[in-house]
């Protein structure tokens, strides 16, 4: 497929989506989340590849949402259409957040609104020293709208959450860290390699384990303790129908390392 607002490649096990929209600072529009979506779902019906990195690159990863797109041809859209169109990027984002295979958000100069919430929805982020995060929407009279009062707040809990959306004032990539919205803060110049890096983790690791970790770890986390526990050790048993188990065990008594095939 010819993509015009983002480029993806593979390369090496590792599905690479990168945001390209330079003219808009690489904005969000309604082109831009369909084929995120069809990257995504190419890269998660291809075996071969063990982990997806979204970016727009060393300078910035998404500004926000296209004002454009979001108020169309009248400039005074109605709740309706406001509805529709949400619908649309929440299920875009939906996808990406419960998709089967590690993502890591590589994030770099503006990472607001919008881009925020794409990231917030990936497994990992992580940032150059120069991002700068934030929800601004409310200097616009509105709120995010893509799930940031919700996946934020549940990630850095109601002060900050509140802070950072009821101001609209951004975080720096240092903040961001320090309240575990990132995983890692490179330099500007090492956030390609990093990311790359680590997407190579999964290169060797049994797949369908790594794929029932994420599921228990997003499903039991909005559940209550004892059926979280339960919905574990399912999860745990069933892994010991698999060939990967029963390679890793017997390259564990063996001395050796494993070779797991993702089955």
Same mark, same amino acid.
């Given at each position: 497929?010819a993509?015009?607002?983002?480029?993806?490649?593979?390369e090496?096990g590792t599905?690479l989506?990168?945001?390209n929209?330079?003219?808009k600072?690489n904005?969000?529009?309604?082109?831009?989340?369909?084929?995120?979506?069809?990257?995504?779902r190419?890269?998660?019906?291809?075996?071969?590849?063990?982990?997806?990195?979204?970016?727009?690159?060393?300078?910035?990863?998404i500004?926000?949402t296209?004002?454009?797109f979001?108020?169309g041809?009248?400039k005074e859209?109605?709740?309706?259409?406001i509805?529709?169109?949400?619908?649309t990027?929440?299920?875009?984002?939906?996808? /990406?957040?419960? *998709? %089967?295979?590690?993502?890591?958000?590589a994030?770099?100069g503006?990472?607001?609104g919008g @881009? !925020?919430?794409? +990231?917030?929805?990936?497994d990992?982020?992580?940032?150059?020293?120069n991002?700068?995060?934030?929800?601004p929407e409310?200097k616009?009279g509105?709120?995010?709208?893509?799930?940031?009062?919700?996946?934020?707040t549940?990630?850095i809990?109601?002060?900050?959450?509140?802070?950072?959306?009821?101001?609209g004032?951004?975080?720096?990539?240092?903040?961001?860290?320090?309240?575990?919205?990132?995983?890692?803060?490179?330099?500007e110049?090492?956030?390609?390699?990093?990311?790359?890096a680590?997407?190579?983790?999964?290169?060797? /690791?049994?797949? *369908? %384990?790594?794929?029932?970790?994420?599921?228990l770890?997003?499903?039991?986390?909005?559940? @209550? !303790?004892?059926? +979280?526990?339960?919905?574990e050790?399912?999860?745990?048993?069933?892994?010991?129908?698999?060939?990967d188990?029963?390679?890793g065990?017997k390259?564990?008594?063996?001395k050796?390392?494993?070779?797991?095939?993702?089955?």
């Amino acid at each position: 497929m010819a993509y015009k607002t983002i480029i993806f490649k593979k390369e090496e096990g590792t599905a690479l989506v990168t945001f390209n929209r330079p003219q808009k600072r690489n904005a969000l529009n309604e082109e831009m989340m369909k084929e995120v979506e069809t990257a995504l779902r190419d890269a998660e019906k291809d075996s071969g590849v063990k982990a997806v990195i979204l970016t727009g690159g060393e300078k910035y990863f998404i500004s926000g949402t296209d004002m454009d797109f979001l108020l169309g041809e009248g400039k005074e859209p109605s709740p309706q259409k406001i509805y529709e169109i949400h619908h649309t990027t929440q299920s875009v984002y939906r996808y /990406l957040s419960i *998709f %089967s295979k590690p993502t890591i958000a590589a994030m770099a100069g503006y990472a607001f609104g919008g @881009g !925020l919430e794409l +990231a917030l929805c990936c497994d990992f982020r992580i940032a150059s020293e120069n991002t700068k995060i934030g929800t601004p929407e409310i200097k616009v009279g509105i709120i995010p709208g893509a799930g940031g009062t919700q996946r934020l707040t549940r990630m850095i809990g109601v002060t900050k959450a509140k802070e950072l959306i009821l101001t609209g004032d951004p975080m720096s990539a240092e903040d961001a860290y320090q309240f575990g919205l990132l995983n890692k803060v490179v330099d500007e110049k090492d956030l390609m390699d990093e990311a790359k890096a680590f997407a190579k983790k999964f290169q060797n /690791l049994p797949g *369908f %384990s790594v794929e029932m970790g994420k599921m228990l770890i997003d499903t039991g986390i909005n559940m @209550g !303790l004892k059926e +979280a526990l339960e919905l574990e050790r399912i999860g745990f048993s069933m892994l010991y129908s698999t060939d990967d188990q029963k390679e890793g065990l017997k390259a564990f008594l063996e001395k050796r390392p494993p070779r797991f095939r993702g089955k």
